[in-house]
């Protein structure tokens, strides 16, 4: 006995006549790798047009002046005359120069001074932001906001700031009875004040990679230091701290470096006084080339500074690679 079909079955799909032995497989490649050979290499070339033109940049603006100071700096030169070899006249002739202990020195008491302010201040700014409840965004705006100023602005602000007369940070000190100081005008005081402008104005990015860090750091860790009874230092020091610590050492090599080449401030605010007291590396070199127009001199310095700052450069890669590897 026949029975009707089903009208709710589904009909079977027409059957597919089998194919060669590999023709699947062949077919898949051929998609994968189905594009005309042009194409390709149009995609190839284009990729490294790209990268061209940034090392082209990095050659003209960055490595052939570097290379180029290196060959100054064994040479008496002056624009417009022809280059003379002196040898280590240059060298000699700067290690002689009574600026140049002054101004070793002040750069390595402002990169300690930098380290010792300028590197715990954004730390224990992130540690506060990372624990608001409320207004979280709006706080990190306004610790954002000075690295958008233009540095040069953030000086002048920082000089008015400054004035031992009519200037703010004085008008303060009168409303609150306390004595005045020379701020920036004062030989003691000067380099400190510096200080306090480079921290103020390049915190905020410092803080934000803070930020980022202590978010990364598992919750579970400080509710297990809460069971086990420890305080907000100790979870700082036990917890944040450890967690941290391959940020916090990748910053703390990359503020030495930037801080020993500080330039605006001490030429903006100060003019390298009073007495020669922020005088830094970098506004030495600037004197030598532009005010006693000594080119030698100034390359002779900037080689001595590059081969600091190198040292300190290699240890930074040495370590971030460290790091990864961990």
């Known amino acids: 006995m026949k029975t009707a079909p089903n009208p709710a079955a589904p009909a079977r799909p027409p059957a597919v006549p089998p194919g060669p032995p590999g023709a699947g497989a062949a077919g898949g490649a051929a998609a994968r790798t189905g594009r005309p050979l042009s194409r390709r290499i149009a995609e190839q070339a284009r990729a490294y047009a790209f990268l061209l033109g940034g090392l082209v940049c990095f050659a003209l603006f960055s490595w052939y002046p570097a290379v180029r100071a290196v060959v100054i700096a064994f040479q008496k030169y002056t624009p417009g005359s022809d280059p003379q070899w002196v040898g280590t006249a240059n060298f000699t002739r700067v290690l002689h120069d009574p600026e140049f202990g002054a101004a070793w020195r002040n750069t390595l008491v402002f990169t300690l001074f930098a380290l010792l302010l300028g590197f715990a201040v954004p730390f224990?700014?992130?540690?506060?932001?990372?624990?608001?409840?409320?207004?979280?965004?709006?706080?990190?705006?306004?610790?954002?906001?000075?690295?958008?100023?233009?540095?040069?602005?953030?000086?002048?602000?920082?000089?008015?700031?400054?004035?031992?007369?009519?200037?703010?940070?004085?008008?303060?000190?009168?409303?609150?009875h306390l004595p005045t100081s020379n701020w920036s005008n004062g030989a003691d005081t000067a380099l400190v004040s510096l200080v306090i402008v480079a921290t103020w104005a390049n915190m905020g990015g410092t803080v934000l990679i803070y930020l980022a860090a202590l978010q990364g750091i598992p919750g579970e860790l400080y509710e297990a230091a809460?069971?086990?009874?420890?305080?907000?230092?100790?979870?700082?020091?036990?917890?944040?701290?450890?967690?941290?610590?391959?940020?916090?050492?990748?910053?703390?090599?990359?503020?030495?470096?930037?801080?020993?080449?500080?330039?605006?401030?001490?030429?903006?605010?100060?003019?390298?006084?009073?007495?020669?007291?922020?005088?830094?590396?970098?506004?030495?070199?600037?004197?030598?080339?532009?005010?006693?127009?000594?080119?030698?001199?100034?390359?002779?310095?900037?080689?001595?500074?590059?081969?600091?700052?190198?040292?300190?450069?290699?240890?930074?890669?040495?370590?971030?690679?460290?790091?990864?590897?961990?």
């Open 226 to 326: 809460e069971i086990d009874g420890a305080g907000l230092l100790q979870r700082v020091r036990h917890v944040t701290i450890p967690q941290t610590r391959f940020i916090i050492l990748m910053l703390m090599l990359l503020q030495i470096i930037a801080t020993m080449q500080v330039f605006t401030e001490p030429f903006v605010i100060t003019g390298g006084g009073p007495e020669s007291a922020t005088v830094t590396v970098l506004y030495l070199i600037y004197k030598y080339a532009f005010l006693y127009n000594d080119f030698g001199g100034a390359c002779a310095l900037s080689v001595m500074l590059l081969v600091l700052l190198s040292a300190f450069s290699a240890l930074y890669l040495r370590l971030t690679r460290s790091g990864e590897d961990t």
């Open 124 to 176: 224990v700014t992130a540690l506060v932001l990372n624990e608001l409840r409320h207004w979280k965004a709006f706080f990190r705006v306004v610790v954002y906001l000075p690295v958008m100023i233009p540095p040069v602005v953030s000086a002048l602000l920082w000089k008015w700031f400054y004035d031992p007369g009519a200037g703010l940070a004085n008008e303060v000190l009168r409303f609150a």
